[in-house]
């Protein structure tokens, strides 16, 4: 079922509610279960005569929690000691909370407009990747960036929507805000390329990390660390997730870039795991790289 942002639109009225001495923690307790949602993410903002307001905390929530959901919630509030609810209350809210007063008869099909509408915007917002570039050399402009043309030319050819997302500093605030940023403007993928070396100027990996804990890795190399300039112990790329999109961690070098492209291509037109993307991925860059040296 799909989630929907509440954005500013967070308040519910609740009309012809009678208090005295009522717990309002308890009011709202009981307000979060009709609702389906956190106790602790619902709150009494105000409580007069004749109405109660409850402020929604949660960013996001699933909409069958709130559709048709006008009677439960009256209920609910009916059975909190010190309440009294009229025959004729009601629950008010703008935006997407407005949905809690559907008529019951129209729930079903709300549901089912909302589950298709979901499906094509998953399935458009699938299809669109962001290609962002770390590196100093690459945010001067000292170098060419290449590899945004080589993700169009490869993922654009198998009908995916491409889109250069610039560069960045080897900086994990500066890799996490752009990333979070494109998760935002509706990119299904985000492939990153450079940073995932051994060096301590390579942050792409830790960086993702803080996105995605579960970030999964494919070592394409292993140093002592110490040795040299290496202060890790692996060169790696990651695959992870952020809400609905993919993000995926290649190397720098438009050859590796290339090599690794038609594996990425195919593991998410075949819904493979993060893990096995990740694998896959850092077996066909581990062939090229023994190849070249």
Do not use: C
Request: proline residues 4%.
């Amino acid at each position: 079922m799909p989630e929907v942002e509440l954005l500013d639109k967070t308040e519910v009225w609740v009309r012809g509610v009678a208090l005295e001495g009522a717990n309002l923690g308890r009011l709202a307790e009981s307000a979060a279960r009709a609702l389906l949602l956190h106790p602790e993410s619902v709150f009494v903002t105000d409580a007069r005569d004749d109405h109660v307001v409850f402020d929604v905390l949660q960013p996001r929530l699933e909409l069958a929690s709130i559709v048709g959901r006008e009677a439960d919630l009256l209920a609910a509030l009916a059975r909190v000691p010190g309440v009294a609810v009229a025959e004729d209350a009601s629950v008010h809210s703008r935006g997407v909370l407005g949905m809690i007063g559907t008529p019951p008869e129209q729930v079903e099909p709300t549901l089912a407009r909302a589950e298709r509408s979901d499906q094509r915007l998953r399935q458009y917002v699938s299809s669109r990747v962001a290609v962002v570039s770390t590196g100093p050399e690459v945010v001067s402009g000292n170098i060419d960036d290449t590899n945004a043309a080589a993700v169009a030319e490869i993922m654009g050819g198998a009908g995916f929507e491409v889109t250069a997302a610039g560069a960045v500093a080897d900086d994990d605030d500066a890799i996490v805000g752009r990333v979070l940023r494109l998760v935002s403007e509706g990119f299904g993928v985000i492939i990153t390329t450079g940073g995932v070396g051994a060096e301590d100027k390579d942050r792409t990996i830790e960086s993702l990390r803080r996105a995605d804990p579960e970030l999964a890795t494919g070592i394409l190399a292993t140093y002592a660390v110490g040795h040299g300039r290496h202060v890790k112990p692996h060169v790696q790329i990651g695959v992870g997730r952020v809400q609905w999109t993919r993000v995926i961690a290649l190397p720098g070098p438009t050859r590796e870039v290339r090599a690794a492209l038609p594996v990425v291509v195919r593991g998410l037109q075949e819904h493979w795991s993060d893990a096995r993307l990740a694998d896959q991925i850092a077996e066909v860059l581990k062939q090229l790289l023994r190849q070249h040296g």
